[in-house]
């Protein structure tokens, strides 16, 4: 089954505490990407790669780090994790690096940093 | 970076009513425009998507229309039902941003049986 997987879908956490929320793909999608969703701010891009070992910033990049090392894993980092990172955070892939084709979604993941 | 747009942030009509979401976007090489729909708890999934070479797509009871002169474009969804309760986000894409991409602010929509 076609599907991109988050792990873990929920964690509590103290602020400084690295942790790292991994994402995997299986439909051998180029473009991969984290957004974070907060109330009354909708879907808010963080990080986006769109090929091995190429990633770039979103419009929220503070405070997070990516990485990707293969085409079908796209891991969130957060190295020292603030109360202000406690949100919904959504992985998604896509066919096409451009933005012009669909993005599927993970099942997010649910942190709190405390 | 692509500046988008949507409206309204909260919709709420009787069942068996028709919705009409608004998206404006400012990137005039944006080539791409979709709807994605959110149920609570849920990932937000596609449910309609046109292109820019084409000016209303149909899909049952949603439909999707394009005015790319004025840099907008609408998700219309007829004889509404319950199960269309859910959060709607646009998010234009294929622009110069190339990756970069930015959701709308998103819409609730309320249908009242």
């Known amino acids: 089954e076609a599907q991109v997987t988050q792990n873990p879908r929920y964690l509590i956490t103290v602020t400084g505490k690295k942790l790292t929320v991994t994402c995997s793909q299986n439909?051998?999608?180029?473009?991969m990407s984290w957004y974070r969703q907060d109330p009354g701010l909708g879907l808010r891009q963080i990080y986006y790669?769109?090929?091995?070992?190429?990633?770039d910033k979103g419009d929220v990049p503070e405070g997070y780090k990516v990485s990707r090392k293969e085409k079908r894993n796209f891991p969130l980092i957060l190295e020292s994790p603030s109360p202000n990172q406690t949100s919904l955070y959504f992985c998604?892939?896509?066919?096409?690096?451009?933005?012009?084709?669909?993005?599927?979604f993970g099942p997010g993941t649910r942190l709190l940093v405390l | 970076g692509e500046n988008v747009e949507q409206h309204p942030s909260t919709l709420s009509v009787q069942e068996g009513d028709s919705a009409v979401i608004k998206c404006t976007y400012s990137?005039?090489?944006?080539?791409?425009f979709p709807w994605y729909k959110q149920e609570l708890g849920k990932r937000p999934q596609l449910i309609i998507d046109?292109?820019?070479?084409?000016g209303e797509k149909k899909d049952q009871r949603i439909a999707v229309t394009l005015n790319k002169t004025a840099k907008h474009f609408s998700l219309h969804i007829t004889e509404t039902q319950p199960e269309d309760s859910a959060v709607y986000f646009c998010?234009?894409?294929?622009?110069?941003?190339?990756?970069?991409?930015?959701f709308g602010q998103g819409t609730i929509l309320t249908v009242h049986p």
């Open positions: 998604a892939s896509s066919l096409s690096p451009s933005g012009e084709e669909t993005q599927y």
């Open positions: 439909m051998n999608h180029e473009y």
């Open positions: 790669s769109m090929n091995v070992e190429v990633t």
């Open positions: 990137d005039s090489a944006s080539n791409y």
């Open positions: 046109i292109r820019s070479n084409v």
């Open positions: 998010a234009p894409g294929g622009g110069t941003s190339y990756g970069k991409l930015t």
